[in-house]
């Protein structure tokens, strides 16, 4: 979304992306207690993540688990604060309850079950594309193909509905979500990846999706007693300064990896020189859970048949009489 400007101010160009990222410290700011040259820390950035070096408050810093690998470090923050503050902060999650989530294959969704695991007799449906579910199937209670008629198929299940929805889709999402809900019911919108459909940007697909989307009237949530909301961490963090509340998220967050109740859920390793393909795979919604852009790592040597080869340096040699247009990396999978 930010590569293709569909976000509210996108920074001017050049610009490095990624808003999160984990490593060693290496240098302090004046006066910067708890943290010490050489701990290992996870951290929250507004842009500039995707880097050998990253500089950011320091209220935006947490130290990692020993348990804990870098990578999952790296998988940690997003996904996981934006499913619990969605979930108990927004929603009220209790036990008993049912909750939809969108796209649960990929980090956030997958944030989102395990936290619904720690809490008794909790229903989740999920929605994800039909080649992740052997993947996924056990970690959601229902399981639906993205492009079902997933209304019917809950329906079926929970005549009543749900009493929270997860949507970072958009588009038509949003009144099927609505239409789902129980009474007193809350339906979240935290994203809007529908907006992206193409590789480059399209206003016709941009306003397909908004036209698409319900209009809300007051007075019917009213009647029906419907709870409507939206959540962004990044503008919580960045532009609303709630570094304070994010920290007391987090901490629970860490006892819970320490109580192995939770793990980010990795699903690949990518070489900065590989952005393109990683970018790639996730605009083709072909990843379950993270991936990591890996700043040790080598980028993996072309496929057999490609048409380039990769030096150990990671500077591409081309084979000037091949076609070089399709070139396609085996990422290294957890």
Avoid at 144 to 159: L, P, W
Wanted: charged share 25%.
């Amino acid at each position: 979304m930010v590569r293709q400007g569909n976000i509210d101010n996108p920074p001017k160009t050049p610009l490095v992306p990624g808003f999160e990222c984990s490593g060693i410290v290496e240098a302090l700011g004046d006066g910067v207690k708890g943290f010490e040259i050489g701990d290992r820390v996870m951290a929250f950035v507004n842009y500039n993540a995707w880097a050998e070096v990253v500089c950011t408050p320091v209220e935006f810093v947490y130290k990692i688990p020993d348990d804990m690998s870098f990578s999952e470090a790296a998988a940690f923050p997003m996904n996981f604060v934006t499913a619990y503050m969605m979930l108990f902060e927004v929603a009220n999650l209790r036990e008993g309850m049912s909750v939809l989530v969108h796209s649960a294959g990929g980090g956030v969704g997958q944030a989102v079950a395990q936290l619904c695991s720690t809490i008794p007799n909790v229903t989740v449906f999920g929605t994800a594309s039909s080649f992740k579910h052997e993947a996924i199937k056990d970690s959601v209670t229902h399981l639906f193909d993205r492009n079902a008629d997933y209304v019917q198929e809950v329906k079926r299940i929970s005549s009543e509905g749900v009493d929270i929805v997860l949507d970072c889709l958009c588009g038509e999402n949003t009144g099927k979500g609505l239409s789902l809900l129980k009474p007193l019911g809350t339906y979240i919108l935290y994203g809007s990846s529908n907006m992206v459909t193409g590789e480059t940007k399209s206003f016709f697909s941009f306003a397909k999706s908004w036209w698409q989307v319900e209009k809300v009237n007051p007075i019917k949530l009213y009647e029906e007693n419907k709870v409507i909301a939206g959540f962004s961490l990044l503008n919580l963090l960045f532009k609303q300064n709630r570094g304070g509340l994010i920290k007391g998220i987090m901490d629970k967050l860490i006892m819970l990896y320490n109580e192995k109740k939770i793990k980010p859920v990795v699903d690949s390793l990518w070489a900065l020189e590989e952005v393109k393909e990683a970018m790639q795979r996730i605009h083709d919604r072909g990843n379950i859970g993270k991936l990591i852009l890996d700043v040790e790592k080598a980028p993996t040597p072309l496929m057999a048949n490609d048409s380039t080869e990769t030096s150990e340096a990671g500077e591409e040699e081309e084979d000037h009489e091949g076609d070089n247009e399709n070139k396609e990396r085996m990422p290294f999978i957890q």
